[in-house]
C-alpha cells in the first residue's frame, strides 16, 4: 500500500491528493540553489493566509518592508547572485604563510632564514584579529547605512503613493493645503463670533431663569443625523443630495465632519444639523442615504445616529463634592474663576472676539457657571475637566461637564494652570510663522484669480453680434453679452472651475505632506519580521527625505529573551520547590486530649419520631 511523506498508509483513491499536496509543497528552485535565499512568495504556515492591512492599497503586499535582520540576508544573496560578492573578513588562519610553497630561494623556510626577521606566530594572530575586527566594524556601518537607505526610500514612496491617490480628496485639500486650511480657520472663527453674539443676547445677570441651557450649542438646539462618509465623498455632494429629496425653501443644512480614521479605510463621520425637522423624520425611515459622487456613481452612505434636539433642563448646576469649609470652597472657586477668565481671553485674542466687543470682557462680572458656559459654547472647552474639545465633539453628543469643586472628580486649578501655559506658549510660535504663513497664501489668491480668468476665457466664445456662447459640449447656452456668461459659468458649471483651481494647489499640498512629521491620516506600515514574529505594524515620521520607520525585532527579540529568561527562573524555583518522595522524613505527631472541656463536642440529642 502507498505511504505519504510521513509514512503513513494512504488508500489508493487519495493518492493523487497526496501527490499534489507533496508537489505544492516541494522548495523552491532558488531555495534547492542556495538555502538562504527568503522566498517573499511563502506562507509562514500552510493553513495560514495574509490578513488584510489599512497600508495594503499603497504597497506592493508581495514586496512589504524587510527587517534588518531579513534585509542582510537578502542584501547578501542577491549581491552574491549579482556578482558582486562581500569580501570575507581575513582571519588569523589565512594569514599564516603556507609552509608547503616554498620559494627556491629559500625565503620562505630554509637558506636564508637567519637573515629575515620573523615574527612571533602570536603576534601574527594578534594583528590578524585586530584586521578582522576592523572589518567586521567597517561591514556592519555600511549595512547599516545601506538599510537606513533602503527603509528611507521604501517610506518615501509609501507617503508618494498615499499622496497620489488621496490628492483630491475633501479631507486631505483641507488639511494641507495652506489656503483651504485658511478659508476652514475662518469659518471657524466666523461661527464662534456668532455664537458669542448670541451667548451675549441671551445671557442676563439679573434673570436667574436665562442662565438655563446657557451651555447648550446652538447646534445642540437642532436635531441632528450622523452618517458614516467614504473619503472619496465631499459634503458638497451629500448637501446636494440631501436638497435634491426635500423641495422646500428656506432649509439649513449644517455639517460639521470628523477627522478620518486610517485604521477604517479612512472613513469619517460626518453629523447633519438642519432647521427641518421634516428633513430627518423622512430619513429616519431609511438605513441609507443615497449620493452621487464626482464620476455619477451611486453610493450609500449608512445612517449611524440620530438625535433630537437637547433638553437645557439636563444642563447640570455648580455643586460642592464632599464636605469642606465654605471659606475653602469660595476661594477655590474664585481661583478656578480667575484661571476661566484668563483661558477665555487667551483664546478670544486668537478668534478676533476681544477687538468686537463680543468676548469674555464684555460680561459685567461673570461667575464661574457663566464662565464655563461661555467656555464650552463658543471655544468648545470643558472646564470640568481641563480638556479641548472640536465642534465636533459637542454635535456628536459630548457629555455636559460636571461642576463640581472639591473631591477627586472636581475641577482641578493645576490642569487650567497647565492648559493656560500651553495656549499661552502655543500662541507665541504660531505668531512667529503668521507671516510667512500669509505671504503663501497672498500667492495662492492671485494664482487662483489667474486660473478663473483664464478658465472663463477658454469656455466663452464670443459671435459678432457681441453676444456669447457657453463653450460646453453638454450647454451650448447663448446670452446677450459675456456678463451674463459669466454668470452662468459661476453658477452652473463652478463645480469645473473648482476642478481646475484645486490643480494649482497640489504643488503647494505636496510640500506640506512630505514636510509633516506626524501625518495623522496615514496608516501604519506594515514590516515583515519573519516567520518568528510574522507581520508588524509601525509608524512612520519625519519630513522627506528622511522618512524613517523603527525596526520593531530588536525589542521583540529582548522581550522573547526576557521571557525565556523568566520562564527558566521559574522552572528553577519549581526544581528546588520540588520533593522527592524518597527523600521524604516520616514525622510523628502526638495528639493530646487533656485541655479540652467538656463541653466542646455537645452530643446531639435524639428527635423523637412522631406517631
Same mark, same amino acid.
Given at each position: 500500500?502507498?505511504?505519504?511523506?510521513?509514512?503513513?498508509?494512504?488508500?489508493?483513491?487519495?493518492?493523487?491528493?497526496?501527490?499534489?499536496?507533496?508537489?505544492?509543497?516541494?522548495?523552491?528552485?532558488?531555495?534547492?540553489?542556495?538555502?538562504?535565499?527568503?522566498?517573499?512568495?511563502?506562507?509562514?504556515?500552510?493553513?495560514?493566509?495574509?490578513?488584510?492591512?489599512?497600508?495594503?492599497?499603497?504597497?506592493?503586499?508581495?514586496?512589504?518592508?524587510?527587517?534588518?535582520?531579513?534585509?542582510?540576508?537578502?542584501?547578501?544573496?542577491?549581491?552574491?547572485?549579482?556578482?558582486?560578492?562581500?569580501?570575507?573578513?581575513?582571519?588569523?588562519?589565512?594569514?599564516?604563510?603556507?609552509?608547503?610553497?616554498?620559494?627556491?630561494?629559500?625565503?620562505?623556510?630554509?637558506?636564508?632564514?637567519?637573515?629575515?626577521?620573523?615574527?612571533?606566530?602570536?603576534?601574527?594572530?594578534?594583528?590578524?584579529?585586530?584586521?578582522?575586527?576592523?572589518?567586521?566594524?567597517?561591514?556592519?556601518?555600511?549595512?547599516?547605512?545601506?538599510?537606513?537607505?533602503?527603509?528611507?526610500?521604501?517610506?518615501?514612496?509609501?507617503?508618494?503613493?498615499? $499622496?497620489?491617490?488621496? =490628492?483630491?480628496? #475633501?479631507?486631505? @485639500?483641507?488639511?494641507?493645503?495652506?489656503? !483651504? &486650511?485658511?478659508?476652514? *480657520?475662518?469659518?471657524?472663527?466666523?461661527?464662534?463670533?456668532?455664537?458669542?453674539?448670541?451667548?451675549?443676547?441671551?445671557?442676563?445677570?439679573?434673570?436667574?431663569?436665562?442662565?438655563?441651557?446657557?451651555?447648550?450649542?446652538?447646534?445642540?438646539?437642532?436635531?441632528?443625523?450622523?452618517?458614516?462618509?467614504?473619503?472619496?465623498?465631499?459634503?458638497?455632494?451629500?448637501?446636494?443630495?440631501?436638497?435634491?429629496?426635500?423641495?422646500?425653501?428656506?432649509?439649513?443644512?449644517?455639517?460639521?465632519?470628523?477627522?478620518?480614521?486610517?485604521?477604517?479605510?479612512?472613513?469619517?463621520?460626518?453629523?447633519?444639523?438642519?432647521?427641518?425637522?421634516? $428633513?430627518?423624520?423622512? =430619513?429616519?425611515? #431609511?438605513?441609507? @442615504?443615497?449620493?452621487?459622487?464626482?464620476? !455619477? &456613481?451611486?453610493?450609500? *452612505?449608512?445612517?449611524?445616529?440620530?438625535?433630537?434636539?437637547?433638553?437645557?433642563?439636563?444642563?447640570?448646576?455648580?455643586?460642592?463634592?464632599?464636605?469642606?469649609?465654605?471659606?475653602?470652597?469660595?476661594?477655590?472657586?474664585?481661583?478656578?474663576?480667575?484661571?476661566?477668565?484668563?483661558?477665555?481671553?487667551?483664546?478670544?485674542?486668537?478668534?478676533?472676539?476681544?477687538?468686537?466687543?463680543?468676548?469674555?470682557?464684555?460680561?459685567?462680572?461673570?461667575?464661574?457657571?457663566?464662565?464655563?458656559?461661555?467656555?464650552?459654547?463658543?471655544?468648545?472647552?470643558?472646564?470640568?475637566?481641563?480638556?479641548?474639545?472640536?465642534?465636533?465633539?459637542?454635535?456628536?453628543?459630548?457629555?455636559?461637564? #460636571?461642576?463640581?469643586?472639591?473631591?477627586?472628580?472636581?475641577?482641578?486649578?493645576?490642569?487650567?494652570?497647565?492648559?493656560?501655559?500651553?495656549?499661552?506658549?502655543?500662541?507665541?510660535?504660531?505668531?512667529?510663522?503668521?507671516?510667512?504663513?500669509?505671504?503663501?497664501?497672498?500667492?495662492?489668491?492671485?494664482?487662483?484669480?489667474?486660473?478663473?480668468?483664464?478658465?472663463?476665457?477658454?469656455?466663452?466664445?464670443?459671435?459678432?453680434?457681441?453676444?456669447?456662447?457657453?463653450?460646453?459640449?453638454?450647454?451650448?447656452?447663448?446670452?446677450?453679452?459675456?456678463?451674463?456668461?459669466?454668470?452662468?459659468?459661476?453658477?452652473?458649471?463652478?463645480?469645473?472651475?473648482?476642478?481646475?483651481?484645486?490643480?494649482?494647489?497640489?504643488?503647494?499640498?505636496?510640500?506640506?505632506?512630505?514636510?509633516?512629521? #506626524?501625518?495623522?491620516?496615514?496608516?501604519?506600515?506594515?514590516?515583515?519580521?519573519?516567520?518568528?514574529?510574522?507581520?508588524?505594524?509601525?509608524?512612520?515620521?519625519?519630513?522627506?527625505?528622511?522618512?524613517?520607520?523603527?525596526?520593531?525585532?530588536?525589542?521583540?527579540?529582548?522581550?522573547?529573551?526576557?521571557?525565556?529568561?523568566?520562564?527558566?527562573?521559574?522552572?528553577?524555583?519549581?526544581?528546588?520547590?520540588?520533593?522527592?518522595?524518597?527523600?521524604?522524613?516520616?514525622?510523628?505527631?502526638?495528639?493530646?486530649?487533656?485541655?479540652?472541656?467538656?463541653?466542646?463536642?455537645?452530643?446531639?440529642?435524639?428527635?423523637?419520631?412522631?406517631?
Amino acid at each position: 500500500m502507498a505511504v505519504d511523506e510521513f509514512g503513513r498508509e494512504i488508500r489508493g483513491d487519495q493518492v493523487d491528493k497526496v501527490r499534489k499536496r507533496a508537489r505544492s509543497h516541494s522548495p523552491s528552485p532558488a531555495s534547492t540553489r542556495n538555502e538562504l535565499v527568503y522566498d517573499r512568495d511563502r506562507e509562514y504556515s500552510r493553513s495560514h493566509r495574509r490578513r488584510q492591512y489599512p497600508c495594503d492599497p499603497y504597497i506592493d503586499a508581495n514586496k512589504p518592508l524587510f527587517c534588518k535582520r531579513l534585509w542582510a540576508r537578502e542584501y547578501r544573496i542577491d549581491n552574491i547572485l549579482d556578482g558582486d560578492n562581500v569580501e570575507p573578513t581575513t582571519s588569523a588562519e589565512e594569514m599564516k604563510p603556507d609552509e608547503s610553497k616554498v620559494e627556491d630561494d629559500g625565503v620562505m623556510g630554509g637558506g636564508m632564514e637567519n637573515d629575515v626577521d620573523e615574527q612571533p606566530e602570536q603576534e601574527i594572530a594578534a594583528s590578524a584579529d585586530d584586521n578582522a575586527n576592523i572589518d567586521n566594524t567597517s561591514l556592519e556601518t555600511q549595512m547599516n547605512e545601506k538599510y537606513n537607505k533602503y527603509v528611507e526610500e521604501y517610506c518615501l514612496s509609501y507617503i508618494r503613493s498615499f $499622496l497620489n491617490i488621496h =490628492l483630491d480628496d #475633501e479631507f486631505f @485639500v483641507d488639511e494641507y493645503s495652506p489656503l !483651504e &486650511k485658511h478659508r476652514k *480657520l475662518e469659518k471657524l472663527k466666523e461661527l464662534k463670533e456668532n455664537e458669542a453674539k448670541l451667548f451675549h443676547q441671551q445671557y442676563n445677570p439679573e434673570d436667574s431663569q436665562s442662565l438655563e441651557g446657557l451651555m447648550l450649542h446652538s447646534y445642540e438646539r437642532l436635531p441632528m443625523m450622523s452618517l458614516d462618509v467614504p473619503c472619496r465623498i465631499s459634503e458638497a455632494m451629500i448637501q446636494e443630495s440631501l436638497l435634491k429629496t426635500q423641495a422646500r425653501d428656506g432649509i439649513q443644512i449644517h455639517m460639521v465632519s470628523t477627522d478620518v480614521d486610517p485604521l477604517q479605510s479612512l472613513k469619517r463621520t460626518i453629523h447633519i444639523v438642519t432647521n427641518d425637522d421634516g $428633513l430627518l423624520d423622512s =430619513l429616519s425611515r #431609511e438605513r441609507d @442615504v443615497e449620493v452621487q459622487d464626482a464620476d !455619477e &456613481k451611486r453610493t450609500y *452612505l449608512r445612517i449611524i445616529g440620530m438625535r433630537r434636539p437637547v433638553d437645557a433642563s439636563l444642563v447640570p448646576a455648580l455643586t460642592l463634592s464632599g464636605i469642606m469649609d465654605v471659606n475653602e470652597a469660595a476661594e477655590i472657586k474664585q481661583k478656578l474663576t480667575t484661571l476661566s477668565i484668563m483661558i477665555s481671553r487667551a483664546l478670544d485674542t486668537d478668534t478676533n472676539l476681544a477687538t468686537n466687543n463680543s468676548g469674555i470682557d464684555a460680561l459685567v462680572d461673570p461667575d464661574l457657571e457663566v464662565v464655563a458656559a461661555y467656555l464650552r459654547r463658543v471655544h468648545y472647552f470643558d472646564v470640568a475637566s481641563a480638556k479641548q474639545l472640536t465642534l465636533s465633539d459637542i454635535v456628536g453628543g459630548a457629555t455636559l461637564p #460636571e461642576m463640581k469643586i472639591g473631591g477627586q472628580s472636581g475641577m482641578d486649578v493645576a490642569k487650567l494652570s497647565a492648559f493656560l501655559d500651553h495656549i499661552t506658549g502655543t500662541e507665541a510660535s504660531m505668531s512667529k510663522n503668521l507671516s510667512g504663513t500669509n505671504e503663501v497664501i497672498q500667492e495662492m489668491l492671485s494664482k487662483e484669480e489667474m486660473v478663473k480668468q483664464t478658465w472663463v476665457s477658454d469656455h466663452s466664445v464670443l459671435t459678432e453680434d457681441g453676444r456669447a456662447r457657453c463653450a460646453f459640449r453638454y450647454c451650448t447656452k447663448l446670452f446677450k453679452s459675456a456678463n451674463f456668461l459669466e454668470k452662468h459659468l459661476f453658477k452652473k458649471h463652478f463645480d469645473e472651475m473648482k476642478r481646475e483651481q484645486l490643480k494649482m494647489h497640489d504643488d503647494y499640498i505636496m510640500k506640506q505632506w512630505e514636510q509633516d512629521n #506626524e501625518r495623522k491620516c496615514l496608516p501604519l506600515l506594515c514590516i515583515d519580521c519573519g516567520p518568528e514574529f510574522g507581520i508588524k505594524e509601525v509608524v512612520v515620521k519625519g519630513s522627506a527625505p528622511k522618512v524613517q520607520c523603527v525596526d520593531p525585532e530588536p525589542e521583540l527579540m529582548l522581550a522573547r529573551e526576557e521571557q525565556e529568561r523568566q520562564h527558566i527562573e521559574r522552572m528553577k524555583q519549581q526544581e528546588l520547590s520540588r520533593v522527592d518522595v524518597d527523600d521524604m522524613v516520616e514525622e510523628k505527631v502526638e495528639l493530646k486530649f487533656d485541655k479540652l472541656a467538656e463541653d466542646a463536642f455537645p452530643i446531639k440529642k435524639k428527635k423523637k419520631k412522631k406517631r
